[in-house]
């Protein structure tokens, strides 16, 4: 599929570049459901905020959902909005390359390919074809090195936490070429029930003192704002991205009274009422890790100057 692009949706790597200069974090938000990306986009025009709209090949598959089915909803809601705030559509940790390519063939502008299970030689030579690949049709790549523990098992298979390494960070970086890496430096993907959750401030700190690459904070819901923007406001950079999936999915089956999450077409069969109730939650939500968390918010007119 050969989509025109609008000129708003952006790589990854134009996005995070303007995070990185003016020491904010651009949210990373998983709607899980296509019914949520209409609130997330909104959420973003109204708060005048770069934004990267996502979901992984395990949301993809848990959810009952195609990339191809999610894109659509994406562009088609950015022309139905009219978004003219800066937004990436990002596909999240996926292990396969073919759901990688059909996510790029559907017109994600950002993919991660996660073999950070494997071991090091292996993870370089699997990211390194991804990057081959990508960035032939102008697609960004982000990699994880390091395993980010989990508490709800949605985006990864193991709670093991192997903290990223910074001279291997360097030496992935150059030898693989991506464009963001995702760091093990403390969080969790899911909600903290029993541990705590912390940031290795100094290991990202000396990650980029060896590399320029631009940092991934995954793990983001549950994190103390204050912890998150001191990570994004170390010397000489720190984090430019911050992922953030299980709010949203808390938030939206909080507000239509459910406790079991729901498949993709069962979330549109819900009345419209009880829809848009979820929805602005969603928005709820987003807005407040936007403006209380990210300081993101007034950013997208600097893309235009």
């Not at 303007?18 to 998983?30: C, N, R, V």
């Not at 598959?61 to 022309?79: H, N, S």
């Not at 030898?175 to 290795?200: F, N, W």
């Amino acid at each position: 599929m050969n989509r025109l692009r609008p000129k708003n949706v952006l790589p990854l790597t134009e996005a995070l570049a303007m995070a990185e200069k003016l020491q904010y974090a651009t949210g990373s938000f998983s709607p899980r459901y296509t019914a949520m990306i209409a609130p997330v986009l909104n959420a973003g025009q109204k708060s005048s905020s770069p934004l990267i709209v996502q979901i992984s090949q395990k949301e993809l598959e848990r959810y009952g959902i195609t990339p191809f089915e999610f894109a659509d909803e994406f562009y088609a809601q950015v022309e139905k909005l009219a978004i003219t705030v800066p937004v990436v559509l990002h596909l999240d940790h996926t292990k396969e390359l073919q759901v990688i390519k059909d996510a790029i063939a559907a017109g994600f502008t950002s993919v991660m390919i996660d073999a950070s299970e494997k071991p090091f030689a292996e993870n370089v030579r699997i990211t390194k074809e991804v990057v081959e690949y990508a960035h032939d049709k102008g697609v960004s790549v982000e990699a994880e090195l390091g395993m980010i523990g989990t508490t709800d098992f949605i985006e990864t298979d193991s709670d093991e936490e192997l903290y990223t390494d910074p001279v291997e960070a360097d030496e992935f970086v150059k030898q693989t070429g991506v464009d963001a890496l995702a760091v093990s430096c403390g969080t969790a993907h899911g909600v903290y029930m029993v541990r705590e959750p912390k940031i290795d401030f100094e290991r990202l700190i000396a990650i980029r003192e060896l590399t320029p690459v631009h940092l991934v904070l995954h793990g983001g819901s549950g994190v103390p704002s204050e912890m998150v923007q001191t990570a994004f406001q170390l010397p000489n950079g720190g984090v430019s991205k911050v992922n953030i999936a299980t709010d949203l999915e808390i938030s939206f089956l909080k507000a239509i009274d459910r406790e079991e999450r729901l498949t993709n077409v069962e979330c549109n069969q819900l009345p419209d009422e009880l829809l848009r109730v979820g929805q602005d939650a969603v928005e709820e939500t987003v807005t407040d890790k936007i403006i209380q968390y990210l300081l993101s918010h007034n950013k997208a007119s600097q893309f235009n100057q």
